[in-house]
């Protein structure tokens, strides 16, 4: 058969080019969320299963098609190919999880990549038969998606806008030794590196102080501010706003000069790169969410993480006729929303807050489906660390889960050891996404959703078996199920 007919037979099968047909096709898969959503633990689990596919005669992952119809061969790590990213510490994130002392790994704090291959057969088209294909998993802090909006903002509108949301009811005390500090500074006054290095480290402090636990505010950009990557400590991160009035001309040589200088450099050269070198390359993704902990910290939290959510999926709702578009190509088709760590839920909950997150994220999912993405939601535990059992409680017969709560976790009065197993009645979400919240407004408190939430140890996993999961298959199956027909 002439070249040109295999080509367009494959094209038809979904192969892209001649390369694609000798060396297997290449996907591009991007992971994200923000701090703590489970980017790690989800990836780390990822791998596990996708290398040990086809090896050990039974599947641990049903609604994986491929796996399912029992045509994997196999799934390996490979060298990646970029030179220039550091690769994802497999091997140690595996060894945490699954060590004798066993813990969970240690959070993303930068971008990172790794590059897997499943062999399979191919069920369909003129190239039935074996087939194979190379996913690249690019690890990234969801904090970094939050830079996108500066690339169209000077200096002086993003100082404004900054300062106004910093004199908020929820952030105006967390801000206020950063403001204190501003008020005292004169943005016409000749340059100074001691101030513009003070007026930094006290707005990053403000930054930081507003995503602790017990803040978890929305985060503002600029993202490396709290998630610096390779840049921390680096002068490229030596700005902060400053109390620009409005019609303000910025002097050469002044203090505000200096800074917006900077900001333009950080745009520049730390913010653009990023999108045009790892997002714009990008087929698919998936986006960690950590709803339960804010389902669980209550109505002004899950406000928040609405907010935080939009803000994150904002990078994605970008058409044909954006300036965005014009400068990037971005060519993701594909966005899988997740809900992380359902296994702190009993499993009649888990379709319950898929229901939730869709509610909180409809907004962005309308948005994504309209310049062409699909688009779907989805509750998961991409490490399994608990199990269910029903516990006799006077008369009632309750759903509860079991799993050995970390060290110091502690429950009506009762701290554990980490090492004794508990069981826990985790609360039920409601049947009714709107009882959370109803459109962007929040329910008044007592239809809170009612989740207790303890932090449980990772399983007890020989390393020749993949965790156990809730959901993943599903995840697989909607990321790259399409790609291996
Ligand atoms: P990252 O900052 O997005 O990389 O977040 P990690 O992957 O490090 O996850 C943060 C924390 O969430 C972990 O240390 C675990 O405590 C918890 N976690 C993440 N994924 C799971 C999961 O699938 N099940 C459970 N039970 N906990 C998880």
Redesign the pocket.
């Known amino acids: 058969m002439p070249i040109l007919d295999i080509l367009l037979a494959e094209a038809r099968n979904g192969a892209a080019n001649l390369s694609d047909l000798v060396r297997g096709r290449g996907l591009r898969l991007g992971v994200t ?1 923000l ?8 990836i780390t ?1 990822l791998a596990r299963h996708l290398t040990l596919l086809g090896k050990n005669g039974k599947n641990a992952l049903p609604a994986f098609r491929v796996a399912e119809e029992g045509r994997v061969i196999g799934g390996r790590l490979e060298p990646q190919p970029d030179d220039n990213v550091p690769r994802f510490a497999y091997e140690d994130h595996l060894a945490a999880l699954a060590g004798p002392e066993r813990h ?5 704090r930068q971008i990172s990549q790794l590059r897997l291959r499943l062999e399979f057969e191919r069920r369909e088209g003129f190239m039935a038969g074996g087939s194979s294909m190379t996913i690249d998993i690019v690890d990234y802090p969801g904090e970094w998606l939050l830079d996108l909006p500066l690339l169209q903002k000077t200096y002086a509108e993003w100082s404004r806008e900054t300062f106004e949301a910093s004199a908020g009811a929820a952030r105006a005390s967390l801000a206020s030794d950063w403001r204190g500090f501003a008020a005292t500074l004169l943005p016409g006054a000749p340059e100074d590196e001691g101030q513009a290095r003070q007026a930094a480290e006290k707005f990053t402090a403000y930054l930081r102080a507003s995503r602790t636990d017990s803040y978890a505010l929305s985060t503002l950009p600029p993202g490396r501010f709290l998630m610096p990557g390779d840049l921390d400590g680096s002068p490229a991160l030596t700005f902060a706003p400053l109390p620009l009035s409005e019609g303000f001309v910025i002097e050469p040589g002044s203090l505000a000069a200096m800074m917006e200088r900077r900001y333009e450099a950080y745009k520049t050269f730390v913010v653009k790169p990023f999108f045009q070198h790892h997002f714009a390359r990008l087929d698919r993704q998936i986006v ?1 969410v ?1 709803a339960l902990a804010a389902l669980n910290s209550g109505a002004e939290a899950v406000r928040d993480l609405q907010r935080g959510i939009n803000d994150v999926l904002g990078a994605f709702r970008t058409g044909n006729n954006t300036w965005f578009n014009t400068l990037f190509r971005p060519r993701i088709d594909k966005i899988l929303i997740a809900a ?2 359902a ?2 839920l009993h499993h009649l909950s888990h379709d319950r807050l898929e229901a939730i997150l869709r509610q909180l994220s409809a907004r962005s999912i309308a948005r994504a489906e309209g310049f062409g993405a699909q688009v779907d939601v989805i509750a998961l ?6 199990r269910e059992a029903q516990i006799k409680y006077g008369k009632d017969t309750l759903d509860a889960i079991v799993g050995t709560p970390i060290k110091g976790e502690a429950l009506d009065g009762h701290v554990f050891d980490g090492d004794t197993e508990a069981a826990v009645f985790p609360g039920q979400l409601p049947d009714d996404p709107r009882e959370a919240f109803r459109g962007d407004t929040l329910a008044t408190p007592e239809h809170e959703a009612d989740v207790r939430f303890l ?2 140890r ?1 399983p007890q996993t020989p390393l020749d078996t993949p965790p156990a999961q809730i959901r993943l298959d599903r995840a697989c199956q909607f990321l790259f199920g399409d790609w291996m027909p």
Do not use: E, N, Y
Request: aromatic share 10%.
């Open positions: 969320g701090s703590r959503a489970g980017k790690t633990v989800f689990a969970w790994p240690q959070s993303t960690l950590d992380t760590k296994d702190h535990a991409a490490v399994r660390a608990t932090r449980f990772p």
